[in-house]
Structure formats: structure tokens, C-alpha cells
């Protein structure tokens, strides 16, 4: 799940985000579709997209650009690294939880 927010959006009309496997590209287009604007010039808003296309574990870029009302384009400069998935030390713990919880299970069993 890729999240942003705006402060403020002037004459913006959606969003593009762009994924890639380094930081210097190449990116790669998720949405063709732009994701609208819900932000005004006073208030912006928050975005959430949903990455489908990810292998877990594995370490993504990700690129986002504004598509403004006029039909021109802002791509930001930053670039966000992100691990897709909720991490390996969630994995670990939740594999040593199970495999206790299983070995609990047929400690009950034999007794």
C-alpha cells in the first residue's frame, strides 16, 4: 500500500505513480488511469494505492507525478524506498509464533 499526502492543490486534476526496481529507474507506469485529486488549494488531501504487482520482502521504488488540470505534468523528484510486505521481522515472529503454537498443540495432544 503506497500512501501520500498534499498540503495543497492548485488546478490539480489526479496523480500518476511510477514503481522500479533501483532508484534510478527505469519506473514504470502502475495507474494509466490518474488517480483524481480530492485536495482544493486551501486543504489537501490524502492518497492511499494499492500495489499489486509486488513480490514480498523485496524492496521497491516509487515515483509519483501530478497531472494538472491543463493536461501538463509534475513529476516529484523524491523517491521512496519501501519493502513490500510488513517485513521479516513480522515474518520471523509470526513463523516462531506458529511453530510454537503447533508444537504447544501436539505437546497437549500426547499428554
Known amino acids: 500500500i503506497v500512501t ?13 505513480l511510477y514503481r522500479a ?11 494509466p488511469t490518474p ?3 480530492q485536495g482544493d488549494p486551501l ?3 490524502s492518497y ?3 500495489d499489486r504487482g509486488v513480490k514480498w520482502g523485496q524492496v521497491y521504488f516509487y515515483r509519483l507525478e501530478e497531472l494538472e488540470r491543463n493536461g501538463g505534468r509534475n513529476q516529484y523528484p523524491e ?4 519493502r513490500a510486505g510488513a517485513g521479516w521481522g513480522l515474518a520471523l515472529a509470526c513463523g ?3 511453530a510454537g ?3 504447544f498443540g501436539m505437546a497437549v495432544k500426547t499428554r
Open 21 to 31: 526496481d533501483s532508484p534510478s529507474g527505469p519506473f514504470i507506469l502502475l495507474n
Open 35 to 37: 488517480i483524481p485529486a
Open 96 to 98: 516462531v509464533l506458529a
Open 101 to 103: 503454537l503447533a508444537w
Open 48 to 50: 492511499r494505492f494499492e
Open 79 to 82: 523517491v521512496a524506498k519501501v
Open 4 to 16: 501520500w499526502e498534499t498540503a495543497s492543490e492548485v488546478d490539480t486534476a489526479g496523480f500518476y
Open 43 to 45: 486543504t489537501g488531501a
